[in-house]
């Protein structure tokens, strides 16, 4: 067997490449640019699919057994303390900045429920969506580590299933938004997104059996160059999903966006754990490091009050934003998002 790394640098790069995807295609449009460029950043919330394989991953390393209650209850704590506290603080703000006091607006945004409702999905943290299908996967990680390990496709077909259901249902009983499309359902919640999570326990499964490493760096290359493969795919379809919403082409890009790039995003990841290449290398210099520590704060931050602050009032360059942002983002983790996680830690474990 291989000496099991504890923490995998490159892993943490790749997270800041995620991010920054995401924030690219969140500031479209960007005037005087080609159709080449906005078709390729349009495609950049491939970041978020990016994250998912990556939580996979990590969660599965890190936590694939549980030794009783009280090893979960740990592994809750540590979740919660690493992506509740500055998510909460950042909501508050965005929340009393717009003026908004409806309670359901609240409710749903602090209890993060508001990623099943599709008429506020977008409110308070606009991607803040993205943590109600992380928060499933980690309340759900202990079974679902049980059932994929019997078998996997079919744990997959059942969730997309009762995704489907949960839609019945809502249509039945006139549910306001909640799960209100088949659509909504794979584009935004766990169900639809639990594959590439799958994905990425798959390559920690597999990394933990290896007798050896992989000889030859084919994993990085094959999986970085299927990778830009599905991101291009995925662009070629902007046009229709975003400006005709195309119903054939919406689903087209959800599926390959929800099952064809975790996978090839998968053998990215193995090959940046197994392999010394150029792309593990730069992933894993201090730079990358810095900005990948700090890219949940930066992913947060991204758009809305910062954003439209920086953009409005100070100066409207976007690559000046992004940078500004990343500042910001940097010492948000330093000063606030990484004292409260030690801090919560140690009250609740201690």
């Known amino acids: 067997m291989i000496n099991l790394k504890k923490y995998f640098p490159a892993l943490t790069g790749l997270r800041a490449i995620a991010a920054y995807l995401v924030f690219f295609h969140h500031a479209l449009p960007y005037p005087n640019s080609s159709v080449f460029w906005h078709k390729m950043v349009f495609a950049g919330y491939t970041g978020v699919t990016l994250f998912f394989v990556l939580s996979g991953f990590l969660i599965t390393y890190q936590y694939n057994k549980f030794s009783g209650s009280t090893s979960y209850n740990t592994y809750l704590v540590k979740r919660f303390a690493r992506i509740y506290p500055l998510y909460f603080l950042w909501t508050l703000l965005i929340l009393l900045w717009q003026k908004d006091f409806e309670l359901l607006h609240w409710f749903l945004n602090i209890t993060l429920l508001k990623g099943f409702f599709d008429a506020y999905k977008f409110s308070g943290i606009g991607p803040g969506w993205s943590l109600t299908v992380e928060a499933c996967f980690y309340i759900l990680a202990p079974i679902l580590f049980i059932m994929f390990r019997r078998n996997g496709f079919v744990t997959i077909t059942m969730l997309i299933l009762t995704g489907s259901t949960l839609v019945v249902f809502a249509k039945a009983y006139y549910a306001t938004s909640f799960v209100d499309s088949l659509g909504f359902m794979l584009d935004f919640t766990f169900f639809g997104h639990c594959f590439e999570f799958y994905c990425g326990y798959l390559v920690a499964h597999y990394y933990r059996e290896l007798a050896t490493l992989p000889q030859k760096n084919y994993y990085t290359t094959a999986g970085f160059l299927l990778t830009l493969l599905g991101f291009g795919l995925i662009a070629w379809t902007s046009d229709q999903v975003w400006f005709v919403e195309n119903n054939k082409a919406i689903m087209y890009s959800i599926g390959i966006n929800n099952f ?86 140690k009250k609740a474990l201690t």
Do not use: D
């Open 260 to 345: 064809c790039l975790p996978v090839v995003i998968g053998l990215l990841l193995f090959g940046l754990i197994t392999e010394n290449t150029i792309l593990s290398r730069l992933l894993s210099t201090n730079f990358f490091q810095i900005v990948g520590k700090s890219s949940y704060a930066f992913f947060l931050i991204h758009s809305g009050i910062a954003y439209e602050v920086f953009y409005f009032h100070l100066l409207p360059n976007k690559w000046i934003i992004f940078l500004a942002l990343n500042a910001l983002a940097i010492l948000l983790y330093y000063a606030v998002e990484r004292p409260l996680y030690f801090w919560i830690t």
